[in-house]
């Protein structure tokens, strides 16, 4: 069935250190891809999003690419600040208008 | 404000007790939906809503109920609460579909 597979975490990383979260999807279609963030006791946010194959999303220094040869949709950033502490949730909608949601990967970056 | 406002922010209720959870928007969405959230389980789709006389359920339905009473308005019911219902709750919201969803800011709630 659909799903959404994501890096196991948590992630520790110390500042402006290079950061990368795997995220693969099994789905029909060609589905919107998604990367939410939240931070400690809020909702999640969207933090960027791509359409259609080899669509870059990027939001605040974080960039990830639609890769559909290899249903893949990872998250980087090349320097990471204490600010970026947050759960990252991969996900994707098909035309159905449902998202199915990873497991979320909890980072926790240090001074 | 927020786009989407979740009430209430916490509760603690006991085994067996029916309690709701509300959901407002300002977004002038027609989809609304209600996940619960475990640590290690990611989001779990409870019910949603396409628009007001459409109700689905989702992955995990058993034991919730919910009522869509206006566009901006979708309330969640536990009827009889048990322990393993202690979670995080989250409404979102969005407007078409493959479209971003906005969440609020959940409810915690526990059932002892």
């Known amino acids: 069935g659909n799903s959404v597979t994501q890096m196991e975490g948590p992630v520790t990383l110390s500042e402006e250190a290079f950061l990368t979260i795997n995220c693969t999807y099994t789905?029909?279609?060609?589905?919107?891809l998604f990367w939410y963030v939240q931070y400690p006791g809020e909702g999640l946010q969207l933090l960027l999003k791509?359409?259609?194959?080899?669509d870059k999303g990027s939001n605040k220094g974080f960039e990830a690419t639609y890769r559909k040869e290899t249903t893949s949709f990872h998250l980087e950033k090349g320097s990471v600040q204490v600010s970026d502490s947050a759960v990252y949730f991969c996900?994707?909608?098909?035309?159905?208008?449902?998202?199915?949601f990873g497991d979320g990967t909890t980072l926790t970056v240090k001074p | 404000d927020a786009d989407v406002t979740q009430t209430p922010r916490n509760r603690i209720t006991k085994t067996g007790k029916r309690i709701m959870l509300e959901c407002s928007q300002t977004?002038?969405?027609?989809?609304m939906y209600w996940y619960r959230q475990d640590p290690g389980l990611g989001l779990r789709l409870i019910y949603y809503?396409?628009?007001?006389?459409?109700?689905n359920k989702g992955e995990i339905s058993d034991g919730y109920s919910v009522s869509r009473q206006a566009q901006a308005k979708f309330s969640l019911s536990l009827e009889s609460a048990i322990p393993n219902q202690t979670a995080l709750y989250f409404c979102?919201?969005?407007?078409?579909?493959?479209?971003?969803?906005?969440f609020g800011a959940g409810t915690r709630l526990s059932v002892l």
């Open positions: 979102a919201t969005s407007g078409y579909r493959g479209d971003i969803q906005y």
């Open positions: 789905a029909t279609g060609y589905p919107s």
């Open positions: 791509a359409t259609k194959a080899d």
């Open positions: 996900a994707y909608n098909t035309n159905a208008g449902k998202s199915t």
């Open positions: 977004k002038g969405h027609d989809r």
């Open positions: 809503s396409f628009d007001v006389k459409d109700i």
